[in-house]
Each structure stands twice: as structure tokens, then as C-alpha cells.
């Protein structure tokens, strides 16, 4: 699956670049920036888009390196993923 990332989100990406969320490493960056940086409806979109396995499974993956508070209310959500 390809989406075009919020520009106020990825300000860092190139303009009017696709995120390839089919890669596991394009998914990783996605949802860890969606869950530090988004909204509630930002989330939601990030469900919607990925589902929630597969929001789990990167979420495993991502968990390491988000900020404490972001991971803590995560693990609480998901419990140890």
C-alpha cells in the first residue's frame, strides 16, 4: 500500500513523495512518526491505512526508540507487544 504522507507530519520528505508501507523499514518510519508526532485522527487514519496487526507487529519493532511517555501509553493500550 502507497500513501502520501502529511506534509505536516513528514516535513522532512520530499515534496509530494509516496510512502511505500509495503516495506517493512517505510512502516516502521511511518507509524513511530504518526504515534510522537499525530492527533487522535492522525491515529486513526494510521488504523485505517495499516490495520491493526500490522500496527502491532511495527509497533514491536519501533518501541525501542520512542519517547518514554509514547511507548509507556502504547504498552498500556497493547500491553507488552
Avoid: H
Avoid at 505536516?8 to 507509524?31: A, C, G, H, N, T
Avoid at 496487526?53 to 497493547?78: S, Y
Amino acid at each position: 500500500m502507497k500513501v502520501i504522507p502529511d506534509k505536516r507530519l513528514f516535513w522532512f520528505l520530499k515534496e509530494d513523495i509516496e510512502l511505500d508501507l509495503s516495506e517493512p523499514s517505510v512502516l516502521d518510519m511511518y507509524v513511530q512518526q504518526m504515534i510522537t508526532q499525530g492527533s487522535a485522527e492522525d491515529v486513526k487514519t494510521l488504523l485505517k491505512n495499516i490495520g491493526f496487526t500490522k500496527f502491532k507487529e511495527a509497533f514491536a519493532r519501533v518501541k525501542p526508540f520512542l519517547p518514554l511517555e509514547v511507548r509507556r501509553f502504547w504498552e498500556g493500550c497493547l500491553g507488552d507487544t
